[in-house]
């Protein structure tokens, strides 16, 4: 018999479990800068995390639910006879359309034994139930949820909703004025209402609890990558992430939570500033719409993601 329920504290070893067991390879750079594979017991901590996240650990899996538990997210356990079998955790958000007030599946993860038994089905009626409640008018995921939230909504007859396209700027001293200053404040309300014209890979309110909240700064190889900045450049304000690129340290990825769509005013703000901190370019997700507004210097790399919605 399937059960679903709310995720638990101590449910946390078992879902890292499921989790990790995802993973076909375990693998880390040697000191020549090779891939070699590893056992799991030989990895950092941080390199765990860089195969998928909280989850790849016992340490930062706890850290990660019990933020949802708190209020970051919803969080919902599967069980057959008991026996946790899957797992469930999707994000409250509200940005102006074309996305409105939704629920956003960011993980979905399925003991592979089990996959017949209808198990992300039972999760995904449990979260319609739960957006319903927080009165969402849709559910939606992309990619970066994993193969089986895509297997979900594609049988569950999803449209797609919006697709975000990747683009590489060249980093330049810009002639605008503008402010850029370190901001400490988190609370998730601040965004309310908000787009992110720039780096919405998952959804709004998931990427700020990923790299606006400061949990992961734990992590020393993430906190010397990663600034978060407020930005005003001729009224238009945002909050800016910019982290340092894995494999190019002379590129910055960039994450922005605006009250409006990209400015020229802000676009310039943002590669003047990854010009004086010494960074070549700078790569930013946007809306394909919007593709126009980054300028002709703007380079496709060729990245394209589709969100993905059901109605609820």
């Known amino acids: 018999m399937i059960t679903v329920r709310a995720a638990q504290l101590e449910d946390s070893e078992r ?3 499921l989790a990790q067991a995802q993973i076909s390879a375990w693998q880390r750079w040697d000191d020549n800068g090779r891939v070699e ?20 650990s016992l340490e930062t899996a706890a850290i990660h639910l019990g933020r949802l538990l708190l209020g970051a997210g919803v969080a919902l356990v599967a069980e057959i006879d008991g026996v946790p079998v899957g797992y469930a955790e999707a994000y409250p958000g509200n ?3 074309p996305f409105g007030v939704h629920l956003h599946l960011g993980g979905l993860i399925v003991q592979e034994d089990a996959q017949q038994h209808g198990i992300d089905g039972a999760l995904y009626a449990a979260l319609a139930e739960r957006a319903r409640a927080l009165k969402c008018t849709r559910l939606t995921t992309t990619a970066t949820a ?9 049988r569950s007859g999803a449209t797609p ?3 975000l396209q990747r683009f590489s700027l060249a980093a330049r001293t810009g002639q605008g ?18 787009a992110m014209p720039a780096g919405r890979a998952t959804s709004s309110r998931q990427q700020w609890e990923m790299l606006w909240q400061p949990t992961w700064d734990v992590l020393p190889e993430l906190r010397a990558r990663t600034q978060r900045l407020r930005f005003s450049a001729s009224g238009h304000e945002a909050f800016v992430v910019f982290q340092r690129g894995l ?6 990825d960039v994450y922005c939570w605006s009250p409006r769509a990209l400015s020229a005013a802000l676009l310039m703000a943002l590669r003047d500033w990854t010009h004086r901190e010494g960074y070549r370019s700078l790569t930013l997700l ?11 210097e703007a380079e496709a790399d060729g990245y394209v993601q589709d969100v993905l919605s059901l109605e609820v």
């Not at 994993?146 to 594609?154: D, I, P, T």
């Not at 004025?177 to 908000?194: F, K, N, S």
């Not at 946007?286 to 002709?296: H, M």
């Open 95 to 97: 940005e102006p359309e």
């Open 177 to 194: 004025l503008y402010q850029a200053v370190p901001e400490a404040a988190t609370d998730a309300r601040q965004i309310a209402g908000w």
């Open 247 to 252: 494999f190019d340290p002379r590129r910055v």
């Open 37 to 56: 594979d590893v056992p799991y017991s030989m990895l950092t901590v941080y390199e765990r995390w860089l195969h998928g996240g909280a989850w790849m």
């Open 286 to 296: 946007v809306l394909a719409e919007a593709a126009n507004s980054l300028g002709t």
């Open 146 to 154: 994993g193969e089986a939230a895509l297997l979900l909504f594609q």
């Open 15 to 17: 879902i890292a479990a």
């Open 161 to 163: 909703l919006a697709r």
